[in-house]
């Protein structure tokens, strides 16, 4: 390497100077001499790409050496302990047991269990499990229809040996050819649920008053036929205006002479309409639905549990009593749920005592399970539908609409004198009671009736603000209480404002603790708008 010239070197004068051209032309010089020295561009970006490929290999580099750095001194990185803590997470969540994920599956909608199923094989392999498919709803939308294949047929092509509990949903439409896809469509599942399924219970909701065509009504019968002489396991049945098991003779006949399929526990529900007024059609349409299931009785007589409208076992003045009285002398049940909604008809009459009075002479043990909502409130229908020697085990009671144009209305008072008056008290071992209007004294009127009643385990109770006497009543199951009861839920609604809230809230929570000690449960919800449950039974 060539050195670089000093102050000393001899031959060398800093005096001497080239001439200013001679300068210019041998700097011209050594740039032309620089650039044909330069490489190809071709060799330039070839050594840019290595060079490029060097640095990505060095930043991949350094992380992984100084993560062998750290474990070989035990050192563990923040990124080190997320990603880890991120690994253990998903391989806790897929590694969960088979009886806590078919739980959180128990929770979700159908659409959201198949998006949970595409998680992990694991989660798949529960979604296949038979707890996920144990209950099946046959409830098609307008473009679910219009699918071809139908998603829910193809869910019950392969799942219908897991099905236990089905529910079939018609569809609410006017369109025709809607409607006759829909029964296309179920036709289909119960060929599938006849040659794979063994029920447990079945649950059908049809339109109100609504007939298919006859060339639909025997496709459809066809279908059904079989399928009940096919379910040797089925203990429940449940039909919501419907007709879909009374078209046809044979299979309630075949029904009467296999005890394999006879169910235990039947429901009719909805077939009239007591609140909203019928045109003559719809009436005509009731009152022979109505003809066929009375004459088709027979079907009830060894059903150990019925659950029906009231409508269906009580009759018109222009029939009768000793009729309405044969419907329960000539069964064999031994629970009565009966429903009743909105006023009584006034050409209607209910069961007597005495038609009661003889159930229980054959059946001791005869329990009657009463639902009633109502928006009148009168006297009528109350000393209608409850009457002596009925023996109501358990009582729903709902006033929770209050229409103007009904004056005459029933008292709270007067309606638990009522009820004293039928002995209801003697049976009683739930009773659920809504009360749209104020109470004036809530122990002045619970109280007596409470402590007569010697099987009462649950009561709840639904009112609006204000709740005057509650402080009272607690206190008098703490001093004295009824020696069966064991739950009271009271639900207030509309307190109104903070101060309200507070107030009632101090007032029950100091009950709450000490009911405790004595075996009483109460809980008390406190609600600032009107939130009086409606929910249908």
């Not at 659409?111 to 949970?116: G, K, L, P, R, T």
């Not at 009966?338 to 209910?350: A, K, M, Q, T, V």
């Not at 004595?518 to 939130?531: D, I, P, Q």
Request: aromatic share 12%; proline share 4%.
């Amino acid at each position: 390497m060539e050195c670089l010239p000093t102050e000393m070197d001899s031959d060398l004068s800093v005096y001497e100077t080239p001439e200013s051209g001679s300068t210019d032309s041998v700097e011209e010089f050594d740039k032309q001499e620089q650039w044909t020295e330069l490489p190809s561009p071709k060799i330039i970006q070839k050594v840019l790409f290595q060079f490029y490929n060097w640095i990505v290999l060095l930043l991949k580099w350094i992380p992984s050496s100084m993560d062998c750095f750290f474990h070989y001194f035990g050192i563990q990185s923040a990124e080190m302990v997320d990603s880890t803590e991120e690994r253990d997470k998903q391989a806790q969540w897929a590694e969960l047991p088979s009886l806590p994920l078919e739980r959180i599956y128990s929770f979700l909608s159908r659409h959201d269990q198949i998006n949970m199923s595409q998680v992990c094989r694991k989660w798949s392999e529960g979604f296949n499990s038979p707890s996920v498919w144990e209950t099946f709803r046959f409830s098609l939308t307008e473009s679910q229809l219009l699918m071809d294949p139908c998603p829910k047929i193809k869910c019950a092509e392969k799942y219908s040996r897991l099905f236990r509990h089905v529910e079939i949903d018609f569809i609410r439409t006017v369109n025709e050819y809607l409607i006759e896809t829909f029964c296309k469509r179920l036709i289909v599942l119960l060929d599938i649920l006849t040659r794979n399924s063994q029920l447990i219970s079945l649950k059908v909701r049809w339109l109100e008053f609504f007939f298919l065509s006859d060339t639909m009504k025997c496709e459809v019968q066809k279908a059904i036929d079989p399928f009940f002489k096919s379910q040797h396991q089925l203990k429940k049945v449940q039909f919501h205006s419907s007709y879909f098991a009374f078209q046809d003779d044979d299979h309630l006949n075949d029904t009467k002479v296999d005890n394999r399929c006879f169910p235990t526990h039947f429901v009719l529900r909805r077939f009239i309409d007591p609140i909203e007024s019928m045109d003559q059609e719809n009436t005509l349409a009731a009152q022979n639905l109505h003809a066929l299931l009375c004459e088709r009785f027979k079907i009830f007589r060894r059903l150990p549990t019925l659950q029906t409208d009231y409508s269906f076992i009580y009759n018109s003045t222009s029939t009768s009593q000793s009729d309405a009285g044969d419907t329960l002398e000539n069964s064999s049940f031994s629970k009565v749920i009966l429903n009743c909604y909105g006023s009584i008809p006034e050409h209607y009459r209910g069961l007597s005592s005495s038609a009661w009075r003889f159930r229980k002479q054959l059946c001791s043990d005869l329990q009657v399970e009463l639902y009633f909502e109502t928006d009148s409130q009168s006297r009528r229908d109350i000393e209608f539908l409850i009457v002596p020697d009925m023996p109501i085990t358990q009582l729903d009671y709902r006033f929770t609409v209050c229409k103007s144009e009904h004056a005459s209305i029933m008292e709270i008072d007067a309606l638990f004198n009522h009820l004293h008056t039928c002995k209801i008290n003697e049976h009683l071992v739930s009773l659920r009671l809504a009360w749209i209007l104020p109470i004036p004294d809530l122990a002045s009127i619970f109280i007596p009736f409470l402590q007569d009643c010697k099987k009462l385990k649950r009561f709840q109770l639904f009112i609006i603000y204000p709740a005057n006497g509650i402080d009272l009543l607690a206190r008098s199951w703490l001093e004295n209480r009824p020696e069966s009861l064991e739950e009271v839920s009271i639900d207030v609604s509309h307190v109104g404002n903070e101060d309200n809230y507070r107030g009632l809230k101090n007032l029950v929570t100091e009950y709450v603790s000490l009911l405790k000690l004595v075996g009483l449960n109460l809980e008390a919800k406190l609600n600032f708008g009107k939130t009086i449950f409606r929910e249908s039974i």
